[in-house]
């Protein structure tokens, strides 16, 4: 049986203006404070307009109040996952929201899931509504440029997110490796490759997830 959170308005009462506004202060501490009254009110929850705000603030610029801010959206999304039905101005608001999040927006949640592991069940959560977000991972997979932990996490919210589109850039990285492996070992191989082959088990692994391609069948034998 379904238990449906509140779905009757959120009372809006001064302190919740204050909270809706404090959101957006430059000093962490006081969006800090914002977050967990709102928390409290379960305001995110019950209403659209807190749960978009909430959104927006994904790439807060103080990490540690953008790890909260993925928790207690995180927690909302995955409440619905769980059983919880929440009501469809919620669900929509965020779904429209998250569904055309930036590269750069997507590059402070992958930040947030590297410094912070306990955020990763939020953050799967959020991706699975970011339904255009696929393409723009396998962009960050395929940058060279970019750390190899965040390159890392992008694989691995690839195959955690069901994003199928991602599957080609994955093959492609897998198969990239494979070769590069099969060199005569006194060959020489620059650091930026033999790095790139530390992403091999977390591009395996989102393969499996997704189930697709050679090397989904690696453990299988298909």
């Given at each position: 049986?379904?238990?449906?959170?509140?779905t009757?308005?959120?009372?809006?009462?001064?302190?919740?203006?204050?909270?809706?506004?404090?959101l957006?202060?430059?000093?962490?501490?006081?969006?800090?404070?914002?977050?967990?009254?709102?928390?409290?009110?379960?305001?995110?929850?019950?209403?659209?307009?807190?749960?978009?705000?909430?959104?927006?603030?994904?790439?807060?610029?103080?990490?540690?109040?953008?790890?909260?801010?993925?928790?207690?959206?995180?927690?909302?999304?995955?409440?619905?996952?769980?059983?919880?039905?929440?009501?469809?101005?919620?669900?929509?608001?965020?779904?429209?929201?998250?569904?055309?999040?930036?590269?750069?927006?997507?590059?402070?949640?992958?930040?947030?899931s590297?410094?912070?592991?306990?955020?990763?069940?939020?953050?799967?959560?959020?991706?699975?509504?970011?339904?255009?977000?696929?393409?723009?991972?396998?962009?960050?997979?395929n940058?060279?440029?970019?750390?190899?932990?965040?390159?890392?996490?992008?694989?691995?919210?690839?195959?955690?997110?069901?994003?199928?589109?991602?599957?080609?850039?994955?093959n492609?990285?897998?198969?990239?490796?494979?070769?590069r492996?099969?060199?005569?070992?006194?060959?020489?191989?620059?650091?930026?490759?033999?790095?790139?082959?530390?992403?091999?088990?977390?591009?395996?692994?989102?393969?499996?997830?997704?189930?697709?391609?050679?090397?989904?069948?690696?453990?299988t034998?298909?």
């Amino acid at each position: 049986m379904i238990n449906k959170l509140p779905t009757k308005d959120l009372k809006w009462s001064d302190e919740i203006w204050q909270a809706a506004e404090g959101l957006v202060s430059p000093k962490s501490v006081e969006r800090e404070k914002a977050l967990d009254y709102l928390l409290d009110q379960d305001a995110p929850a019950k209403s659209p307009l807190i749960a978009y705000l909430l959104a927006t603030r994904l790439s807060d610029p103080d990490l540690e109040v953008r790890f909260h801010i993925v928790k207690a959206l995180g927690s909302v999304i995955v409440r619905n996952d769980e059983g919880e039905e929440l009501i469809d101005p919620v669900l929509r608001q965020l779904q429209s929201y998250l569904a055309y999040l930036n590269t750069e927006q997507i590059l402070d949640l992958l930040e947030v899931s590297e410094q912070y592991l306990s955020a990763e069940e939020s953050l799967t959560g959020i991706f699975r509504l970011a339904s255009y977000a696929g393409n723009r991972l396998s962009g960050i997979v395929n940058d060279r440029k970019k750390p190899l932990g965040i390159r890392q996490k992008a694989i691995y919210f690839c195959g955690e997110a069901g994003y199928l589109e991602a599957s080609t850039t994955l093959n492609v990285l897998v198969s990239r490796i494979d070769k590069r492996n099969q060199i005569p070992k006194n060959s020489p191989i620059r650091k930026k490759d033999m790095d790139e082959n530390q992403l091999y088990p977390y591009a395996v692994a989102a393969l499996e997830k997704l189930n697709v391609g050679s090397a989904a069948g690696r453990k299988t034998g298909k």
